[in-house]
């Protein structure tokens, strides 16, 4: 790879550099000065004949739609104002020098239509967004890429074999150019433009064109729209692109906040200006789509890339489904996890009450320990995991299963008194019971249950936490009665305890 540094100097210090017309580098003068004379500015574009013709050529079109004939540039001044007649006169003198500049291997005239569409496309953009500085805009559109005139003029092939990588895809190119050159056309440029004289807000946009993100704060603005002409110059000569029409919508969208809709009737007006600007630019027309033709292309594209982002949209929440559940579910048994039992618990203790009481259940395996060391964990897992999905089974829609932990679970059923609580915990115990259960070498595992229960109407209990301390004392209190039973929590001032044992 070049030394920057080196490269930089050869290109600026090499005699076959772009140069810049006499009335362009006057006007780049008078430009500076805020108090200039509309006089002044006339006669130095009076002073060349055939950029006085283009520029009376261009505000009689029907770019400027005027009503009158404007017979001179002092009254193309008057009715045009100073900026509009300063940029078609930098524009064209520019365009008109440079033209020619160029090594071989590049498309110097789709090079400049890319330039003009994206000046054309940017400036009306300014005037949706009400920019006043949509001319200079358009002016700093329209050289953005001078910095790739330069580099094919004093490298020749060199440039033109790193050129040739984009395959006239401009987004790639300043990535092309920094792994052969260790600098791109943007910095080329801006060292072109600096040492021409051009004010900051011409010199930033040729700096900053391919990376707006990062340009000075003060600029961003006025640079991103100048992004934003050239990702719709794109598109306009790469109408099958679909990437070039994603970068376009995307630009709109994200930093000027117009959605397709918004942004897809404006390429039919870019892409009409364009055309009449081109013709006044006297630069080829090519095979363009008419603008009609470039919506309906747009049309299509947005509408395969609104189907893709429906799709996308569908798998993404899918994949975020299957990692929410993941998330929550324990990877042995299959119930859902001890985070997801605190979760639930808190959010439906809530909105129990009288009508809609929460019922919680501990199922706890009788004597764990014993069927992992005369079985091995082997067999315990997978006498927990068997002992999971007889619970869920048996409780169907009634309520959710979650693995408290070790051999301990829980069942939250909202919905459930206690009458139907003591009910469903008695048909759990029988359903364990009842199971036959195996070893993972197939031995018979005979499993029971012993289960405490708590129901919280929307009183006694100010905490979910409380619940389960009911819950838990209840399952210890079925496990000290001899296991295998279903023991209920009854809050204080009631008068009995309900409890379900074994035939």
Not at 24 to 37: E, G, M, N, T
Not at 224 to 252: H, K, Q, W
Request: glycine share 6%; hydrophobic share 40%.
């Amino acid at each position: 790879m070049a030394d920057p540094a080196n490269l930089m100097n050869q290109v600026l210090s090499s005699p076959r550099l772009p140069s810049l017309p006499a009335v362009a580098v006057q006007l780049i003068d008078q430009v500076q000065d805020d108090d200039v004379a509309i006089d002044d500015i006339a006669q130095s574009i009076i002073c060349d004949p055939a950029l006085s013709s283009k520029i009376l050529k261009t505000v009689n079109s029907s770019f400027y739609g005027q009503s009158k004939t404007i017979g001179s540039i002092q009254q193309a001044v008057m009715v045009l104002g100073l900026n509009s007649v300063k940029t078609l006169a930098l524009g064209f003198s520019l365009v008109g020098n440079l033209t020619e500049s160029g090594g071989k291997g590049i498309d110097l005239m789709r090079l400049w239509r890319r330039c003009l569409f994206s000046a054309t496309s940017a400036k009306r953009i300014c005037e949706l967004l009400n920019i006043v500085q949509m001319e200079e805009v358009f002016l700093a559109s329209l050289m953005q890429d001078v910095g790739v005139l330069a580099l094919s003029q004093v490298l020749g092939d060199r440039y033109a074999a790193v050129y040739a990588l984009a395959q006239d895809d401009h987004r790639h190119l300043a990535r092309h150019e920094q792994a052969a050159f260790g600098c791109d056309h943007t910095q080329v440029g801006e060292a072109m433009a600096t040492n021409w004289g051009l004010p900051p807000l011409l010199v930033a946009p040729i700096r900053y064109h391919e990376t707006p993100d990062e340009a000075p704060e003060e600029l961003r603005k006025l640079i991103r729209i100048v992004t934003a002409g050239a990702s719709a110059a794109e598109f306009m000569l790469n109408p099958e692109d679909e990437a070039c029409a994603t970068e376009y919508v995307a630009c709109m969208q994200r930093w000027f906040n117009l959605g397709p809709e918004q942004s897809r009737p404006l390429l039919g007006e870019f892409q009409r200006e364009s055309c009449e600007m081109q013709r006044l630019f006297e630069l080829p027309t090519g095979d363009l789509d008419t603008p009609e033709q470039l919506m309906r292309r747009a049309g299509e594209v947005l509408e395969r890339l609104a189907f893709t982002a429906t799709e996308q949209a569908k798998r993404l929440e899918q994949d975020n489904t299957k990692l929410r559940q993941a998330a929550y579910t324990d990877t042995l048994t299959g119930a859902t996890n001890r985070r997801g039992f605190d979760e639930q618990l808190a959010e439906q203790f809530v909105h129990a009450s009288a009508d809609q009481p929460l019922t919680l259940l501990f199922v706890d395996i009788d004597h764990f320990k014993l069927v992992n060391d005369r079985f091995g964990h082997q067999a315990g897992d997978l006498a927990l995991a068997g002992f999971a999905q007889t619970l869920t089974k048996t409780l169907g829609v009634r309520g959710r299963v979650y693995r408290y932990g070790g051999e301990e679970f829980a069942v939250l059923c909202p919905g459930i008194n206690r009458k139907k609580a003591a009910t469903l915990a008695e048909q759990l115990r029988q359903a364990v019971q009842q199971t036959r259960f195996q070893t993972d070498a197939g031995e018979p595992l005979d499993l029971t249950t012993s289960i405490g229960v708590a129901v919280y109407e929307g009183a006694i209990y100010r905490r979910p936490e409380q619940l389960v301390q009911a819950a838990d004392s209840s399952v210890y209190a079925a496990k000290a009665a001899g296991r295998n039973q279903v023991r209920i929590f009854v809050p204080r001032g009631s008068n009995k305890t309900d409890t379900h044992q074994a035939a």
